[in-house]
């Protein structure tokens, strides 16, 4: 069964303290991995995609990188507006165009 | 221009009552799909739709039904509502070509449904 893991569930840190959050996944046939921002009240809002080991993709001070198990969302000096829950998402298996399944996310505050 | 634009956002109602939420993109895609988010934030999905067609529908319950007048909207009507269906509600949309930006998904501000 297609399943996405996300951690840690919680992150707090300080302005300028740099991380990474996780996004490790089961599923047959990777058809691209996602990462969104939610804030609260809104909806997801897109951040990048990837579809191969190797591949990195950069926006601002966010850097997402995939292996073929996992992926990583490196957040460089963040500021308190980079706080927010971040979603990873795999698309499922055998379906074009079709629906994501997402981890809980990883909620992140960041504290000037 | 919102690009997938939900209504209601906020929709408080009795237990047994039918509901529907609309969703309009006027992104020119062609798949639009709908998630329910739990209290506990995790989103899944409930049915996609594609050139009319029901793509997929995850073990939904039959009260929920998806519609779709035309490409751009795809409406969810809610019969007989329990405690349980309370969450928030998404609609989201993606384009259907071949190149490699074929499936983001872009999705609405949600509707917060509360059935009392």
């Known amino acids: 069964e297609d399943q996405v893991t996300q951690s840690p569930e919680a992150l707090r840190l300080q302005e300028g303290e740099s991380s990474s959050l996780n996004c490790s996944y089961t599923?047959?046939?990777?058809?691209?991995l996602f990462w969104y921002r939610q804030d609260p009240g809104k909806g997801p809002e897109f951040l990048f995609t990837l579809y191969s080991a190797g591949e990195e993709k950069e926006k601002e001070r966010l850097k997402a990188t995939l292996t073929k198990k996992e992926s990583f969302l490196h957040i460089t000096a963040p500021k308190p507006e980079d706080s927010a829950t971040y979603l990873c998402a795999v698309r499922m298996r055998n379906q074009a165009g079709t629906a994501l399944i997402f981890g809980k996310g990883t909620t992140l505050s960041v504290s000037s | 221009d919102t690009a997938v634009s939900q209504t209601p956002k906020y929709l408080v109602t009795q237990m047994g009552n039918d509901k529907s939420i609309k969703c309009e993109q006027n992104l020119g895609h062609d798949t639009m799909y709908w998630y329910k988010q739990d209290s506990k934030k995790f989103l899944k999905i409930m049915f996609s739709?594609?050139?009319?067609?029901?793509?997929i529908n995850e073990t939904v319950p039959n009260r929920f039904s998806p519609k779709s007048p035309d490409k751009a909207h795809l409406n969810l009507h809610i019969n007989s509502l329990e405690l349980g269906d309370s969450a928030v509600y998404f609609c989201?949309?993606?384009?259907?070509?071949?190149?490699?930006?074929?499936?983001?998904?872009?999705f609405g501000p949600g509707t917060r449904l509360t059935v009392t």
């Open positions: 599923v047959s046939g990777l058809r691209g």
């Open positions: 989201a949309s993606s384009p259907r070509t071949s190149g490699l930006s074929s499936y983001e998904q872009y």
């Open positions: 739709y594609n050139n009319k067609e029901l793509i």
